[in-house]
């Protein structure tokens, strides 16, 4: 297979993804697009709704070292506490696990790979993705882009 037939193949297959992201019903907070656009920055908005991915270390929640608890940019649900925060050095705030029934999962089979994307369960935003090499005790990393999430200190 040719370069531009692998590229119009990769292309037609994140095409052909299905995006949870996108107000699909079984989400319990859905805004339509505009809605979406006029709450959300640009940046917010491509993240959460069309599953991009900020640049590593651009993210102040990256450094945040204080008590509190991180929430969908979007809808405003609680998703992970502090205390389950840590440095993975990639440049995305880190989490070893989220609040229970915070998140949902799927396969995401973009990029060439297979990874474990994570979105809101109340909202369906796009958070990040969950990899396999995390600290005890769960071994997880929630890797989570900054732009998605709300800091809120206790």
């Known amino acids: ?9 990769a292309l037609a297959l994140l095409a052909a ?3 949870l992201a996108k107000g699909s019903a079984q989400f319990p907070f859905q805004l339509s697009d505009s809605e979406w656009r006029v709450r959300l920055s640009p940046a917010a908005y491509a993240v959460l709704r ?8 651009t993210s102040p929640l990256n450094d945040e070292k204080r ?3 991180y929430h969908c940019a979007g809808c405003d649900q609680a998703l992970y506490d502090a205390r389950h925060k840590f440095d993975s050095g990639t440049g995305w705030p880190s989490f070893w696990q989220a609040l ?3 998140v949902g999962n799927r396969e995401d089979n973009s990029f060439f790979s297979t990874r474990i994307e994570e979105h809101c369960s109340n909202c ?6 969950v990899f396999d ?3 005890a005790p769960t071994g997880k ?11 809120v200190a206790t």
């Open 1 to 9: 297979m040719n370069r531009r037939a692998l590229l119009t193949s």
């Open 17 to 19: 993804r299905p995006a």
């Open 50 to 57: 069309e599953e991009d991915t900020e640049r590593a270390f």
């Open 67 to 69: 008590a509190g608890i």
């Open 100 to 102: 229970p029934g915070a």
């Open 124 to 129: 369906g935003g796009h958070l990040g993705h």
């Open 133 to 135: 090499d995390g600290p």
């Open 141 to 151: 990393r929630h890797c989570i882009n900054g732009v998605a999430l709300r800091f």
